[in-house]
Each structure stands twice: as structure tokens, then as C-alpha cells.
């Protein structure tokens, strides 16, 4: 969902004791990518692990991949999109529960946000816009888009 833009992604690092220096994702690790599909709002929750054991999801490229343990539609996610003529807003509601946040809340998790901005024509992004991750200009190269980099992260606290 990521490589072609036109979406909201939010990561988030679910385990607060996980060390939030690390440089790859890790158990507890989830992207949760919104946009829209055949004129329908969606949300793909990326896991990076998980104790299931079925298969890993491949994103890769000539000199590297990157493996996520689920790849799944959030049917339970309620989504609101609004266009305009120069842009759009997206609103967008999702059970803790499916995202592996159990109440009460850690006081901080790590985690980023950005929008990704598709190309005139579709057919990939352009730009890649983050919250606190700045080294994230690469468009080109499905692996490092997909990868999560936890030690570029900032925090969000939950009151």
C-alpha cells in the first residue's frame, strides 16, 4: 500500500520496554497504513512480528528484502476520507486491541506518522513525509520503504 502514496502511515512500537534505540523493527513493531482502494477507504496493519507461524511477507529488491509476519486489511478500522481541491482529511478510528495495545496505556510509546504522496500519475510515490523521521526521501526501493527504523522514532504520550 505504501509504494504507491496517496496514504497516512502511523508506526508504533507497542511494547514500551523495547529499546527505543534499536534500528530495525521487533516484536511489538506495527505500521498501520490508511488509504484508499477501489474508491473505498482501507487500513493494512503491517506487523513486523508475531507468534503465528505461517509464512513471512517479502518487500524486496535487487540488493536487499525486508520481511514483515502479517500483512492484513483492518476490517474492523472506521475510516472517513474528504477531498478537496487541495487535499483531503482523513479520519480514522481503530480498536487498541487490534493493534496489540492493551489498557491502561503505557504513559509513552515510540512511534512516527507521515503521509506518503503519490505521483500525477499514480503510479508510485513522490515524497515521503514524517513526523520525526527525516532520512525517509528514498521512493525507489520497495525494502526501504517498507522497513520500520525504530531508532528514528519520536514519542507520543497518551494521557
Known amino acids: 500500500m505504501f509504494a504507491t502514496g496517496d496514504c497516512a502511515d502511523l508506526m508504533l512500537a507497542t511494547d514500551p520496554k523495547a529499546d527505543s534505540r534499536r534500528k530495525e523493527g521487533a516484536a511489538g513493531d506495527i505500521r498501520l497504513i490508511f488509504t484508499v ?9 503491517y506487523k513486523q512480528k508475531d507468534s503465528a507461524n505461517r509464512p ?3 518487500f524486496m529488491s535487487p540488493s ?14 472506521q475510516i472517513a476520507v474528504s477531498r478537496s481541491n487541495t487535499g483531503y482529511v ?14 491502561p496505556l503505557a504513559s509513552t510509546l515510540s512511534g512516527d506518522v507521515g503521509v506518503i504522496f503519490g505521483s500525477q500519475s499514480g503510479n508510485g510515490a513522490r515524497l515521503r513525509l514524517y513526523w520525526s523521521n527525516k532520512s525517509t526521501a528514498i521512493t525507489s526501493d520497495i525494502p526501504s520503504e517498507a522497513a520500520l527504523e525504530p531508532e528514528h522514532w519520536g514519542h507520543f504520550q497518551f494521557e
Request: hydrophobic share 50%.
Open 37 to 45: 482502494r477501489d474508491g473505498k477507504p482501507v487500513a493494512v496493519l
Open 56 to 58: 513471512p511477507v517479502a
Open 90 to 103: 482523513l479520519t480514522a478510528s481503530v480498536p487498541l486491541a487490534n493493534l496489540g495495545i492493551k489498557p
Open 64 to 77: 536487499r528484502a525486508v520481511y514483515f509476519a502479517s500483512v492484513a486489511e483492518l476490517s474492523s478500522a
